[in-house]
């Protein structure tokens, strides 16, 4: 299994530019988040999905879109690219089982720079 | 709201010691706890899962322990070694949201 993986690594965006960031999972898993992680500040959850066709917002949604069109695949567009979405953001999967419920698989990020 | 802090923010300490790394929530009603590792520039890496029910969790080195009633999680770790240089996070999974600290970044000096 790749796990998760999430494309690019690195970006660099001009204000008011959009682009989508790409996030897989090849667990079969129907828990998917992304987050986006900034100093001193943790990371904190922007939207959330627990399925196939659902979608929900989270803490910080404002100028994020997602959806789900499939179990494998949650990307997060920026509509409209602004300094303040400078960040870190990582794609993270969960399942539930009786064993190991909800533990949380994460990529390896996309570093951000809108300029 | 869930609020998710650990203490202390950052930590050096000599090879081979043990250490104590302490998370604390406000909001006792979780599903889990998570530990993670996250290396400078990496994503992170999941270190232990504590369920609610459970007490403690172990794995070689790390011993994660959690006291819902409380509040508090911590994460133990044996015979430092410089390789656990890193950031450790805690994260609380409540429904349908997970909370994270902000971390505590552990440096062992050789």
């Known amino acids: 299994n790749a796990g998760v993986t999430q494309t690019p690594k690195f970006q660099v965006l001009k204000t008011g530019q959009s682009m989508t960031l790409q996030c897989?999972?090849?667990m079969n898993h129907e828990y998917m988040s992304w987050y986006r992680q900034d100093p001193g500040m943790g990371l904190r959850l922007i939207h959330y999905s627990v399925g196939a066709g659902i979608t929900d917002q989270g803490e910080?949604?404002?100028g994020y879109n997602v959806s789900r069109s499939t179990t494998e695949d949650f990307p997060l567009r920026l509509l409209s690219a602004a300094p303040s979405q400078t960040s870190v953001y990582f794609c993270a999967s969960s399942y539930s089982n009786r064993d190991r419920t909800y533990e949380q698989y994460f990529g390896p990020g996309t570093r951000l720079t809108v300029t | 709201k869930q609020e998710v802090?650990?203490?202390p923010a950052a930590l050096s300490v000599p090879e081979g010691e043990n250490l104590v790394l302490n998370c604390s929530f406000t909001d006792s009603a979780i599903y889990n706890l998570q530990w993670f590792r996250q290396d400078p520039g990496k994503g992170l890496t999941s270190l232990l899962l504590i369920q609610s029910s459970q007490r403690e969790q172990t794995s070689g080195r790390l011993n994660a322990s959690l006291d819902k009633s409380s509040g508090r999680s911590t994460?133990?770790?044996?015979?430092?070694?410089?390789g656990?240089?890193?950031t450790y996070l805690c994260a609380v999974k409540s429904y349908q949201k997970?909370?994270?600290?902000?971390?505590?970044?552990?440096q062992v000096i050789p």
Not at chain 2, 75 to 82: G, K, R, T, W
Not at chain 2, 98 to 106: C, E, P, S, W, Y
Request: aromatic fraction near 6%; glycine fraction near 6%.
């Open chain 1, 60 to 62: 910080v949604p404002n």
């Open chain 2, 75 to 82: 994460l133990y770790i044996a015979a430092s070694q410089p």
């Open chain 2, 98 to 106: 997970v909370t994270f600290g902000i971390g505590t970044k552990l």
């Open chain 2, 84 to 86: 656990d240089s890193a």
């Open chain 2, 5 to 7: 802090t650990q203490i």
């Open chain 1, 24 to 26: 897989a999972q090849d």
